[in-house]
């Protein structure tokens, strides 16, 4: 059984995502379907009108690139873009989302020309809860969910970087590793939730003296280990006794009620004959250690 040929219009129109016949020059022939306002704006308006006239230059060219790459290479081309509502000349008040959506275009020649001209035919689906999903992963992958600063992973990632940087160019690369002290008591004596609260407290504030570049990861427990870039081992040491003081002062505003928290750091930088990043890193925990075994709340 075949479909009666004057239902086609009405098939459509009734395309859940817009489809878009486009002239090799940009020129919007036909716009079908894509009728929810709930994902799509009314794109009928468009038609008559060129990628041109209605885009920002460079997404209207980007545009252009693709439909010319989609017939020269006579296949099916996927592509992802960002749009907005506003960012279409005609569509700023159109009834539809307003915030900036993710569209995955799917763009096929088609077989005849169309007023003499070469055309594609372009489908375009709001993927914008993926692309939000996809974020959200993505994020998850490299940030620690208590702190908020970035998790271990992402920390020996960001690290083995560096080393590169070092090897090649010579670059200095200092990396802190820091421990609360006496952390058991905090949990012991007035719950695991205010300890909780603490942890997230000190990434706060090394988050706030920060430069972009350095990055603060949480290591596990209540360590947390700072890399500095640019940084050679004196200047480190600044930053790690910068820190120690906000803490101690930090802590003490957030938390009047409980005995002065404090922090102990080891400091190490990268250096000749290092055969990775694990090198610096090691110093830094057995730097680390001798803090502790000095008697804390110091910079070894
Ligand atoms: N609240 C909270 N406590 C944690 C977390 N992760 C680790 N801890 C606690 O951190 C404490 C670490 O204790 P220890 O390794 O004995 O060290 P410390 O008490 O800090 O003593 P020093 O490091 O020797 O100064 C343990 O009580 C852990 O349970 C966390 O995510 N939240």
Redesign the pocket.
Known sequence: MSLPADLLPAVLDALPDPLFILSESGRYLAVYGGNDPGYYHDGRTLVGQTVEDLLPADKASQVLDQIRQSLSENRLLKVEYPLAAHEVKGLESADGPREMLWFEGHIQPLAEPVNGERAVVWVARNITPRRDLEEKLRRASVIDP?TGVFNRRKLLEVLAERFGEHRRYGEPCAVVMI???????V?DQYG?SV??EV?IAIAEIGRGMLRENDLLSRFG??EFVLVLPQTDLDDARQVAERFRRAVIEGLATHFPDIPPVTI?QGVAAMREGDTSHEGALHRADQALYEA?RQG?NRIV
């Open positions: 208590l421990d609360v002290d006496h952390f058991k008591r949990n695991h300890g909780d942890l427990g209540e102990s502790k804390r």
